[in-house]
Nanobody
Framework: QVQLVESGGGLVQAGGSLRLSCAAS????????MGWYRQGPGNQRELVAA???????DYADSVKGRFTISRDNAKNTVYLQMNSLKPEDTAVYYC????????????????WGQGTQVTVSS
């Protein structure tokens, strides 16, 4: 199986920065796309940013110019640098990854982390 573990969440004042990390481990053959999602109180889970294995990126309009997604393929880790944080960025942030395992290398499966809380105070 595959495990994703997020870290780096916390409490920050508006205008501040945080860097989230998500490390994948387990029976990994290759990781295709990786991404960050968030779910605020009373809201549905939404895509924040995604990055392909070729390092192409995509962002939600609400975070463009403030957040940067990156990955270290050697470490099976994806990062989310969040700058100029706003109170509306408050949410639980989840990472996900499309993984081909050694057992099932033909069909990628999506795995999720447990989430990390980000709280931005005004």
């Amino acid at each position: 199986q595959v495990q994703l573990v997020e870290s780096g969440g916390g409490l920050v004042q508006a205008g501040g920065s945080l860097r989230l990390s998500c490390a994948a481990s387990g029976n990994i053959f290759v990781i295709n796309a990786m991404g960050w999602y968030r779910q605020g109180p009373g809201n549905q889970r939404e895509l924040v940013a995604a990055i392909t294995d070729g390092k192409g990126t995509d962002y939600a309009d609400s975070v463009k110019g403030r957040f940067t997604i990156s990955r270290d393929n050697a470490k099976n880790t994806v990062y989310l640098q969040m700058n100029s944080l706003k109170p509306e960025d408050t949410a639980v942030y989840y990472c996900n990854a499309d993984v081909r395992t050694y057992i099932n290398y033909r069909t990628p499966k999506t795995y999720w982390g447990q989430g990390t809380q980000v709280t931005v105070s005004s």
